[in-house]
């Protein structure tokens, strides 16, 4: 079992950083690949981005590939999102989320078995 804690969403101008993180509980965190999804109302969920196990290989969304970077410190159980210039299109409720598939393949939310809370991020104009 793994269970997964965000923190760091805030209210930030357009053109601003914010730095997500999720801390994750339980063993064998570098066997599982790590995932950023995001919810604006009224949308479907979408993926944002994943890291594999050892953190040597990542995913983007075309949508903020050059403007988010993931990255995780295994040590540390923690996966963190550093997004910058950031965008009004960017508001949604960001969650992180832990899959056991095959790295490819997690780029498909279908594909974790954990996720948690979300974390509110908001970009005004």
């Known amino acids: 079992q793994v269970q997964l804690v965000e923190s760091g969403g805030g209210l930030v101008q357009a053109g601003g950083s914010l730095r997500l993180s999720c801390v994750a509980s339980?063993?064998?965190?570098?066997?599982?690949?790590m995932g950023w999804f995001r919810q604006a109302p009224g949308k479907e969920r979408e993926f944002v981005t994943t890291?594999?196990?050892?953190?040597?290989?990542?995913r983007y969304a075309d949508s903020v590939k050059g403007r988010f970077t993931i990255s995780r410190d295994n040590a540390k159980n923690t996966v963190y999102l550093q997004m910058n210039s950031l965008k009004p299109e960017d508001t949604a409720v960001y969650s992180c989320?832990?899959?056991?598939?095959?790295?490819?393949?997690?780029?498909?939310?279908?594909?974790?078995?954990?996720w948690g809370q979300g974390t509110q991020v908001t970009v005004s104009s």
């Open positions: 890291i594999n196990g050892s953190g040597d290989m990542t």
């Open positions: 339980g063993r064998a965190f570098n066997n599982y690949a």
């Open positions: 989320a832990a899959s056991s598939a095959p790295f490819l393949r997690t780029t498909n939310g279908g594909n974790y078995q954990y």
